[in-house]
């Protein structure tokens, strides 16, 4: 696979601040990009999405950011509620080419209330 | 309503005694995946399927098969489950989102534990 799992880093907030995940993908070819939120014991729930031809995408309080530059995407929680704890993944694709879908290292964020 | 189940969600096996996991999606998406996930790690592609083409990862071991018989339904087989086995098995299916975009709904999972 393009990514190598490894054990999560982990970011604790104060609820109602704002939250701020990281993630570096690997192949610089690829063309979509999605961020997941997985709570324990279930899978992986679409968040929101961005195509490369895009640097910055909003949805209902959450941004994402591309850095196409260093293959950085960052994902942004506003006022981040206690039911926003949960790991948080990255994948990556290349949309029309290929139907692989490669995670990067999820991010384990505990709200504090 | 679930648009993929996966069953059993949690199965216990023996080391070496072989294991099926199922898929089922109502979602009639034509490209279905499995994912291995271990404790505190990202998902892991196993291998996926466009219609009944089998794509399978180069690092993904030969104990681990799948079958497709229909659009609906996806088999992930283990042949002879080892301890580092032991993991939540992943099945996804790929559609379009409202911008035209790929978006991978996923089960909740099936989680294997290996005695």
């Known amino acids: 696979g393009e990514s190598v799992g490894l054990h999560l880093p982990t970011l604790s907030v104060q609820e109602g601040d704002n939250s701020i995940i990281n993630c570096a993908y690997s192949?610089?070819?690829?063309?979509?990009f999605i961020w997941y939120k997985q709570e324990s014991g279930k899978g992986p729930q679409f968040i929101i999405d961005i195509r490369s031809n895009m640097d910055k995408r909003q949805g209902q309080r959450v941004t994402v950011l591309l850095n196409k530059t260093v293959k950085h995407l960052s994902l942004q929680i506003a006022a981040t509620q206690p039911g926003d704890s949960a790991v948080y993944f990255c994948a990556e694709t290349l949309m029309n080419t290929g139907n692989q879908f490669y995670f990067g290292t999820g991010t384990s964020l505990t709200v504090i209330p | 309503d679930a648009m993929v189940i996966q069953n059993p969600r949690y199965q216990v096996t023996q080391f070496g005694k072989p294991v099926t996991l199922s898929c089922s999606q109502t979602l009639n998406h034509n490209v279905m995946y499995w994912y291995q996930q271990k404790s505190s790690q990202a998902p892991k592609l196993l291998f996926h399927y466009y219609d009944k083409d089998f794509n399978n990862e180069a690092d993904t071991p030969d104990n681990f098969q799948s079958r497709r018989p229909n659009t609906s339904f996806c088999f992930l087989d283990i042949r002879s489950p080892g301890l580092g086995d032991a993991a939540m098995y992943l099945c996804a299916t790929r559609g379009r989102g409202v911008a035209g975009a790929n978006v991978l709904t996923f089960g909740a999972g099936s989680r294997l534990t290996v005695l």
């Open positions: 192949n610089s070819a690829s063309d979509y």
